[in-house]
């Protein structure tokens, strides 16, 4: 299972993949929701990596200790280095490695950190939003299925939209580290994130 997204310094990044085959469904602990990727709001020399799995997680909903998650961050230069950090679930326990040595070990729902790098691990409210009934009446309208209806995006007016995953929950990975480590001190300002789930 793979996700990609692709990260400026400037800007925030998202890759969503929320649609699978059978195989994956069986197996919602390797199934990647979404990736983000954005700089840190507490501190802009920080990077902030996100991973979501498990569709419609609930409280029993664990992460698989068979399955590695892995996100991978690449200096967008097509020939730069390729940094990989993997974190392994035992129950409620988690260890998350990094490049340069980095090191974090906690339990779910809990923070791991020490000065260069902290993990979060657990249960959270899905942050994806998707208007599944606005997108099936633009897809209607747009293929020419529906002539009247709903405007573009089902939105008359600049009504909100209605979250198909309001109220839903996935398990997330949450990393923050110095953006320097993947960076090249700062000398590389894109970033190629992407994320994978490896059974072991």
Do not use: K
């Not at 906690?106 to 599944?132: I, K, Q």
């Amino acid at each position: 299972m793979r996700a990609l997204a692709l990260l400026s310094f400037a800007t925030f990044a998202i890759a969503a993949d929320h649609a699978d085959g059978p195989a994956l469904a069986e197996d919602p602990a390797a199934d990647i929701l979404d990736i983000y990727t954005f700089v840190s709001p507490n501190d802009a020399a920080r990077l902030v990596l996100v991973m979501t799995v498990h569709p419609f997680a609930t409280v029993t909903s664990r992460f698989s200790p068979r399955v590695d998650y892995i996100f991978h961050v690449e200096q967008n230069t097509g020939l730069g280095d390729v940094f990989d950090f993997r974190c392994r679930f035992d129950d409620r326990a988690y260890t998350c490695i990094g490049p340069d040595g980095l090191e974090a070990s906690g339990t779910l729902d809990a923070e791991a950190s020490d000065a260069t790098f902290r993990v979060w691990a657990g249960l959270a409210d899905n942050p994806y939003f998707f208007d599944r009934e606005a997108f099936a009446a633009s897809r209607a309208r747009l293929s020419g299925e529906a002539a009247d209806g709903p405007g573009l995006c089902g939105v008359e007016g600049g009504a909100n939209g209605r979250d198909f995953y309001a109220g839903t929950n996935a398990l997330a990975i949450v990393l923050e580290f110095p953006s320097a480590l993947v960076s090249g001190g700062g000398e590389t300002p894109q970033l190629l994130v992407w994320g994978r789930t490896v059974r072991r």
